[in-house]
């Protein structure tokens, strides 16, 4: 029997020790209770980094399956060797590669965002494609550990400056986007929800 408790705890001392970021527990608690609640069945996750989220939400439920994509390779393995250790692999396909480079033809109830923060935008479009008809897309981070609320001037580094503004206007896109309708949640470090109408 895999203790799923203390390979997650392992994973989490992993990630802090390496300077990898996974999800906060109130992102995960929120992303794990809305593929319950709303009876996801396939996840396409973009960034996978060790594979936290993804294991976090195949867990949610036996039927749950998920494709992540991740460009380090060391992430990558490091993600390879935790599925497997929580016996997933027929659940998790992990798919080592560059999301731009990644042309997929399946149909996913749910995409969840949470790579690159500057290529926000640029991803969800792009992958829109593969969402099913009345699917969701989720974004982590909006909050970007509170620097999106700030004044610009007050962010010190110019390139800190320029990915909050990418941020902000990735939040401007979602608010327009008529083909979606987007909530935002002060959950975690900031997650968007955009269910297609």
Known sequence: MVDSHRLLKEMKEYAESENVPI???????????????KHV????????????SAIQMALVDPNVV???????EVRYLEALK????????????????????????DKFDMIFIDAA????????????????????????????????SKKEEEIKSRNLRGLVRKIKDYIEFLKTNTKYE???????????????K
């Open 82 to 105: 935790n599925v497997k250790a929580f016996g997933l692999e027929d659940r998790i396909t992990l798919i080592y590669n560059d999301a731009f480079d990644v042309s997929l033809s």
């Open 41 to 52: 069945k396939s996840v396409l996750e973009i960034g996978t980094a060790i594979g936290y």
């Open 182 to 196: 987007t909530e935002f949640f002060d959950v975690g470090d900031g997650i968007s929800v955009s269910t297609k």
């Open 117 to 148: 923060k500057a290529q926000n935008k640029k991803l969800f479009e792009m992958f829109e494609k593969n969402l099913e008809k009345n699917g969701f897309i989720i974004t982590d981070n909006l909050k970007f550990h509170g620097l999106v």
């Open 23 to 37: 999800m906060m527990d109130e992102g995960i608690n929120f992303l794990t209770n809305f593929i319950l609640k």
């Open 66 to 72: 998920v494709t992540t994509i991740e460009r380090d």
